[in-house]
């Protein structure tokens, strides 16, 4: 102990150096104060000064659910934009994981459209048919009515009756109609 007189304060401070130094003298309280402080300044330098950025991952890297996340979010944008490429590379970057996240979503679409699904499925799916064969026999062998696709190839619109050759891509953009509220109904319409 310290000698002299001393305040409350000091002989806190001087009792709490007492037990710091009996600790010390013991090995593994020095070994467990260094690990718990190791520990607090990793958390610290990991959580707050350099946290891990996830940067150009892909749907691949994810789990199931969010890959479903994911490929709803594809088919909710592909019926706004309609852009058949984009659909294509959001469904190709689930890897082999896409068939199986696709099929799990048209058995339950919830909140997505189902049209919306079919649709979709119909954009990135691919069929293979022997060459030579029109286009038109292609579909009716695929069980797809012709008049419910525009056939393109490298984005080049191509009738029914083109025969197909070996190892070619033809994608199939779906027709859909509408037009301008009140298409077709026989009163005129009144400006606003």
């Not at 459209?113 to 691919?126: G, K, M, R, S, Y």
Request: net charge negative; charged share 20%; hydrophobic share 45%.
């Amino acid at each position: 102990m310290w000698g002299g007189k001393k305040s409350v304060a000091e002989a806190i401070f001087y009792e709490s150096m007492d037990k710091i130094k009996e600790l010390a003298q013991r090995k593994w309280a020095i070994v467990g104060a260094a690990a718990v402080a190791g520990l607090l300044l990793g958390v610290v330098y990991a959580w707050v000064i350099n946290p891990v950025e996830w940067v150009d991952g892909t749907p691949t890297n994810l789990r199931e659910d969010y890959q479903t996340d994911a490929l709803s979010a594809a088919i909710d944008s592909y019926s706004v934009n309609r852009d058949v490429d984009l659909a294509v590379l959001r469904y190709q970057s689930l890897g082999e994981a896409g068939p199986t996240i696709l099929a799990g979503i048209q058995a339950d679409p919830g909140e997505v459209n189902p049209a919306a699904v079919a649709d979709f499925a119909a954009t990135v799916e691919l069929y293979e048919v022997p060459a030579g064969m029109t286009v038109r026999d292609a579909l009716l062998r695929l069980g797809i009515e012709p008049e419910s696709v525009l056939p393109t190839r490298s984005g080049q619109l191509i009738t029914d009756d083109e025969h197909l050759q070996d190892g070619e891509v033809i994608r199939l953009v779906a027709v859909i109609s509408g037009g301008a509220p009140g298409a077709g109904d026989p009163r005129p319409a009144r400006p606003r």
